[in-house]
């Protein structure tokens, strides 16, 4: 379990580390339904997570019979997200579009959050490829059915926890936390491009790295 749990780390930091989650969850923060609607938010995004890595693992699952049915897949997500690292990296000196949804986040309410965080998490490419990822290795660990639901539970705390942590902690220190969570927004829509495409290159390259290694091993 501790050796499936390292390699299922980078996977996680990387969906955890994705701006525009964090952007979203700290402009609900700021929204006129702020407590309720960040709440929406971190349950759809955490229970977006958890639906696709276990739907994956599911896959994992029935192809473990066929040794490099995973590695092709891992090795696969590793492509997609190189290519789409380079992508993000060459337009990183571009001007930042802001999407439309964004600028209905102060109005919006908890079921409206909830949607987005479930979307962002489960239907956003970028992080449907890690849980692709999470879930096939998962799958293939060949672990009893608890073993398998700690597995993807732990991936989803990790992967969760830059959403669900400040959300969580605003409840309780609401006041304290308005100057640092606009500061790290600032940051964030400043850099996002530049940080999305770095973290992407990276784990794009670890994941290439664990397929080739699942098919030639």
């Known amino acids: 379990m501790g050796a499936l749990i390292g390699d299922l780390l980078p996977s996680a930091l990387g969906v955890a ?77 571009g001007v930042a579009s802001t999407p439309k949804w964004m600028a209905a986040i102060d109005e919006m309410k908890p079921l409206a959050g909830a949607g987005i965080g479930f979307v962002l998490a489960a239907v956003n490419p970028k992080n449907l490829l890690l849980c692709v990822a999470a879930g096939m290795q998962i799958g ?23 959403v669900a942590v400040p959300v969580f902690a605003y409840q309780v220190a609401a006041d304290r936390l308005r100057g640092p969570l606009a500061s790290l927004k600032a940051w964030l829509e400043a850099n996002n491009k530049a940080v999305m495409a770095v973290l992407i290159l990276v784990l794009g390259v670890v994941l290439i790295g664990k397929g080739l290694g699942a098919v030639t091993g």
């Open 17 to 93: 580390i994705s701006p525009v989650p964090i952007i979203a969850a700290i402009l609900m923060l700021f929204g006129k339904h702020a407590r309720t609607t960040s709440l929406g938010f971190a349950a759809g995004w955490i229970m977006g997570v958890l639906a696709a890595t276990a739907l994956f693992t599911g896959l994992g699952s029935a192809a473990r019979e066929t040794s490099s049915a995973t590695g092709w897949i891992v090795l696969a997500a590793g492509v997609l997200l190189l290519a789409e690292g380079v992508r993000e990296w060459r337009a990183r000196s």
């Open 140 to 162: 293939a660990a060949g672990l009893t059915t608890g073993g398998t639901v700690v597995a993807i539970v732990v991936f989803a705390v990790i992967a969760s926890s830059t």
